[in-house]
């Protein structure tokens, strides 16, 4: 069965707290360790985020018929695909301390992953025309997003999306 979040648990990470200095400081001393292992954890991270919810695998095309754990562990796009996310992932928590980095570098990895999706699951219909059409929809979405958080200040941050 596949886990749901509830609203309570939605609504406190819209209702984020601002990171002291002093839990950056942990983040970051915590993320180091973490990251010199950084192949095998985001292997995990996506394992298990794939078991927990099974329905996000239809996003992705190269995982979506990966029901075996060991499967996806020897999946070479899997290791490749975690290796981006971990990556992206470094450069938040190296960029705590600057907000407009952290939302250019989210902004990016989302509509860089919206185009992913959408060219894996529609390739027939994504033409170049269509392309050329969804990144200047992706700089849109890019400049809303960053403003967005901007605009809402660091302690608006949803640490969900961290």
């Not at 002291?20 to 991270?45: F, H, L």
């Not at 705590?96 to 894996?120: C, F, H, Q, Y």
Request: net charge negative.
């Amino acid at each position: 069965m596949e886990k749901v979040q509830g609203e309570m648990e939605i609504e406190r990470w819209e209702r984020s707290e601002e990171i002291s200095d002093a839990e950056k400081k942990v983040i970051q001393e915590t993320w180091s360790r973490v990251y010199a292992n950084c192949e095998d954890v985001g292997v995990s991270i996506l394992i298990r985020f794939f078991v927990n919810f099974p329905s996000a695998k239809q996003y992705f095309s190269q995982f979506k018929h990966m029901d075996d754990t060991l499967e996806m562990e020897r999946s070479l796009q899997l290791r490749k695909h975690a290796q981006r996310v971990m990556g992206a992932i470094n450069t938040v928590v190296e960029n705590l301390n600057d907000p407009e980095k952290v939302s250019s570098v989210l902004a990016l990895k989302l509509t860089g992953v919206m185009l992913e999706v959408i060219s894996e699951a529609y390739g027939n219909d994504f033409t170049p025309e269509a392309h050329g059409a969804w990144t200047k929809m992706r700089t849109l979405i890019y400049t809303h997003v960053t403003a967005a958080y901007k605009e809402a200040g660091w302690a608006s941050y949803p640490s969900a999306t961290l």
